[in-house]
């Protein structure tokens, strides 16, 4: 067993409220300069929906992730070695700027200084951002929020679902129903992209399992954006080197959550650190796929074990990783308490964003439907009835089984009625405990994760350790133009400037305190860490 350690995310989808702060926070920090006009490492989708890209999900189309050859063996969609050489100068299955957008800019002086008594308002007009050209905007990275979620019939799920189940999900949707589905690069266990790489630029680091590029080694062969199932690797046009999100790695070194997470108005986001067994993986990526959730689930260890805790100590692992990772919400929403689950497993990449589901107003359901809501049979069964049709969740995260999805959403809606007897007349609702298999102190625990968790309980990343602290700050002195300082790269060539960071102790470090204009030691601004192979 080779034991590593991962920072990990879940997102609890019934408290995003499509609201976009997130998006907007990611593209000023990290994508708010040339070259990056298209390019959003966080963006929030509608769903069901075609997603952005357009279709990214449809890997018949772009070849992304893996799958099993005739033999059973794991091999990139898009093909091996040869045949990524082969069509090295001209990749086919790359998405154009359209299938993106075209970002625009709009001319703001023609309302500035637009002379009085018009009897005309004027307009500003947008034009592009990558011609400079007078355009049309017919699409863009949150399009189908503004449509409505009209473009549902078009989404990739819905098309590889029975056509049964797709005729429900049309007549639901004809009711209203959509939800918010936010995206960032998963950091898988198992990432398509790194292995796709000719250059070997794209790597996962060690310590923290968070998938990177290598500027300095980036030759811009564009495979990993191909390989990506969930294209999250983007192209700077400026630069011609790839890009994706690096879940924030400055701020997790200093023991802060994303930039993404700290601003999330729904907190709906959770993240800490997980256990997992690297000698596993290849065989968690093999299995059928009908068998996909339960064999990533195992790869995860336990580390309340004590031969975790040993193994974790001998790889070199300080006791605060292991303290994190036994307080880790993470570990608890996908382990403990099993209601979060991968996005597409089915791409078998292992991704480590995880999500708890939405669950509709399953209660008020219940009593539309004249059953008793303190019944565990009544709950159930209106699970199947529920507004967002499960079949539809099971396309989105866990590869069709729908038994697996409705599983969690019955946890869920368990939770609630049992939370609603417990505040109401204080009885303890047995059945619906019996019917989860969980105890009321579990559900409870459950609850104040999901509902009103503090910051702390949110958020558990353990700092750079104390003695590599000042080991990395020599480094990135000694090293100042590391490979995120490169032209083009966050803060070069914008007005607006990338948050700095300066590597302390994590008693120092106070939450909801990031820190924004902070300076390095000898009065210089920018990134002081250095995103190198092993250890950054």
Known sequence: MRIRAQVAMVMNLDKCIGCHTCSVTCKQTWTNREGTEYV??????TKPGIGYPKHYEDQERWKGGWKLDGKGRLVLRSGGRVKRLSRIFA?????TIDDYYEPATFDKDILVNAPAGLTDTPVKKPYSALTGEPMKIEWGANWEDSLGGNTFAEDPNIARMPAE????????FEKTFMFHLPRICEHCLNPACVSACPSGAMYKREEDGIVLVDQDRCRGWRMCVSACPYKKVYVNHATGKAEKCTLCFPRIEAGQPTICSETCVGRLRYLGILWYDEDAVLAAASVPESELLDAQRAVFLD??????????????HPDEWIEAAQASPVWK??????????????YRTLPMVWYVPPLS???DAVGAAGRDDSDADDVFHTIQDLRIPVEYLASLFTAGDAEAAGGVLMKLAAMRSYMRARTLDGTVAQELLDGIGMTGAQVEAMYRLLAIAKYDERYVIPAAHAKDAAALEAQAAAQPDCSLDC???????????????????AEEVRPGRPGLFSRRGDGRRGLTINPMRGRS
């Open 40 to 45: 959003w490492f966080n963006n929030v989708e």
């Open 487 to 505: 032209e083009g790269g966050p803060g070069m060539g914008g007005e607006a400037a990338v948050e700095r960071f300066h590597l302390v102790d």
């Open 303 to 316: 580390p309340f074990d004590e031969s975790v805790q040993r193994a974790a100590r001998d790889a070199g």
């Open 361 to 363: 107003p399953v209660l």
């Open 165 to 172: 189940a797709a005729a429900k999900v049309k007549f639901e």
């Open 91 to 95: 990749n086919p299955d790359l998405p």
């Open 333 to 346: 929403l996908i382990s403990e308490y099993r209601i979060a689950l991968p996005l597409h497993p089915e």
